[in-house]
């Protein structure tokens, strides 16, 4: 069931029945809107962390630059998966940059913050190599534990018109 001011507003102008709109509901968002929009957020942030691990150990630098490379790079991808869809719904790109900066960076830093953290006190991962499957289990699993304790984070701020939820009003 739409919010009324749907049908009136011209970014949801034909959007009926497309389900719950966060902040836009009585009651708050949905489980299933914060996972889906944790999990946008975490696609953009594992491509993003992996491709920093990959650069960094194939530079052979050590784990500060590369975990440096790997978050900053977590950040811009997480941010450009928001970006390009806002910008194909028509805004401009500093109008864009702000969306996704609102609806993207609280999420990330939680994210990232839980998966380094679970990476960091992992006995041996921060110095596995790509080869190993330490490595990759404490990746993983860090990327897993972050979206759990991400989720209800996202979830509290959609509810509250923030986060993720300032995007829908943009497809």
């Known amino acids: 069931m739409d919010h009324p001011t749907h049908a ?7 959007h009926h ?3 719950d709109h966060g902040g836009h509901m009585p009651g708050g968002a949905s489980w299933s809107t914060a996972a889906k929009a944790t999990l946008h957020c975490l ?4 491509i993003g962390e992996i ?7 194939a530079l ?9 490379l790997a978050i900053a790079l977590a950040f811009l991808f997480g ?3 928001t970006l390009f869809a806002v910008l194909r719904a028509g805004l401009s790109l500093k109008a864009a940059i702000k969306v996704a900066l609102a609806a993207d960076t609280v999420s990330i830093a939680v994210m990232e913050l839980v998966d380094n953290a679970i990476i960091a006190l992992t006995p041996g991962a921060m110095d596995a190599h790509l ?3 330490l490595f990759w289990s404490a990746l993983l699993g860090g990327f897993a534990v972050a979206f759990v304790v991400t989720t209800p984070v996202n979830k509290w701020m959609i509810g509250r018109g ?3 939820a300032v995007v829908h009003a943009y497809h």
């Open 8 to 14: 009136s507003a011209p970014a949801h102008a034909g």
């Open 17 to 19: 029945g497309h389900g």
């Open 43 to 46: 696609t953009g942030c594992a």
């Open 51 to 57: 491709l920093g691990m990959v650069i960094g150990t």
């Open 60 to 68: 052979l630098w050590g784990n500060v630059p590369t975990m440096a």
């Open 79 to 81: 941010y450009s998966f």
């Open 131 to 133: 080869s190993d499957g």
């Open 162 to 164: 923030k986060g993720h």
